[in-house]
């Protein structure tokens, strides 16, 4: 299995808060992936990054932001949750466009 | 933008029988994988085909990219097959994968 870890693995938070979630790997891939999966939604890209401070917004991006300081850390974060992020956040990579992506463990995220 | 449907959505087999899972796909695609969604909710890779045949133990799969569909075999079913299986797709010049609807596996004994 790819390394692949995530964290928090659960976190429950307020309306308003900043929330930041992190995504490291050990595999020296160049490009990097958040998703969130909803029911009724199947999984959807927020950001993705193709490289150190290279990044680019995915189909889901209103709400949130993304930083990538390092190649092996994946940073996204939510300015203000709200209940409607309220999901599982997966973190992915691959060595390059359009190859195989491995996910992480996932994140689940509750606003209340 | 691409769509991915998969079939049947949900599927109940008794354990040690066979099942073939269905992907359409509704553009050319670069990449296809097949996940399967264990009940804790991990996602985990079983292949990478966005064409022809591969196989791993007791799964197989088979990507018809000129006719836009994939299939996914499983023989001899396990308890632990029981999950989530989905397929998901790349077209054109991106790389944000498509999922597909998935199909819901229960084995029972």
């Known amino acids: 299995d790819a390394g692949i870890t995530q964290s928090p693995r659960h976190k429950v938070t307020e309306t308003g808060t900043p929330v930041t979630l992190r995504c490291h790997q050990t595999?020296?891939?160049?490009?990097m992936y958040w998703y969130r999966q909803d029911p009724g939604h199947g999984l959807r890209l927020i950001h993705y990054?193709?490289?150190?401070?290279?990044?680019d917004k995915g189909e889901v991006s209103d709400g949130y932001s993304v930083s990538r300081s390092k190649t092996e850390d994946f940073l996204l974060t939510l300015e203000s949750a709200t209940s409607s992020q309220t999901s599982v956040y997966f973190c992915?990579?691959?060595?390059?466009?359009?190859?195989?992506?491995?996910f992480g463990p996932g994140t689940r995220l509750l606003v209340l | 933008g691409i769509q991915v449907e998969q079939s049947p959505p949900d599927l109940i087999l008794q354990e040690g029988a066979n099942s073939t899972l269905r992907c359409n796909f509704s553009?050319?695609?670069?990449?296809l994988q097949w996940f399967h969604q264990n009940p804790w909710g991990q996602l985990i890779n079983l292949f990478y085909?966005?064409?022809g045949t591969k196989q791993n133990g007791r799964l197989s799969a088979t990507t018809v990219a000129t006719e836009r569909y994939s299939l996914l075999y499983i023989s001899s079913s396990q308890t632990t097959d029981s999950g989530v299986y989905f397929c998901?797709?790349?077209?054109?010049?991106?790389?944000?994968?498509?999922f597909g609807t998935g199909t819901q596996l229960k084995v029972e004994l």
């Open positions: 992915a990579i691959s060595p390059g466009v359009r190859e195989t992506q491995y």
């Open positions: 595999e020296n891939h160049r490009y």
């Open positions: 990054s193709y490289g150190v401070k290279d990044t």
């Open positions: 553009d050319s695609v670069n990449n």
């Open positions: 085909i966005p064409s």
């Open positions: 998901a797709v790349i077209t054109g010049g991106g790389n944000k994968l498509t």
